[in-house]
């Protein structure tokens, strides 16, 4: 009787490491698709800002968008920093 006893431990040890493995390769194929998913996102994102980053450097821009300067503003002469109701 005792041996039946430790054939059942052993299948409930078995069977708790499939489990395991079977949790860790869930685990593992989440992350994968989340992390093809990001890259997918960073790509398109960089695109985005890509193309509007060369539509910034035209000579002519469409009216109602915003053009870009390729400097920015030079510094003026004079005081630093104004202080507002500062006498």
Do not use: K
Not at 17 to 43: F, P, Y
Not at 63 to 76: D, E, H, K, L, W
Request: aromatic share 2%; glycine share 12%.
């Amino acid at each position: 009787m005792h041996d039946l006893h430790d054939l059942h431990d052993l299948h409930d040890l078995h069977a708790a490491a499939a489990r395991r493995d079977a949790g860790i390769a869930h685990v593992r194929r989440i992350t994968w698709r989340a992390g093809a998913a990001g890259v997918i996102c960073s790509a398109v994102i960089a695109i985005a800002f890509g193309h509007h980053a060369e539509a910034g450097t035209a000579r002519h821009s469409a009216p109602g968008s915003i053009a870009v300067p390729s400097q920015p503003p030079a510094p003026v002469p004079g005081a630093g920093q104004v202080t507002s109701g500062g006498s």
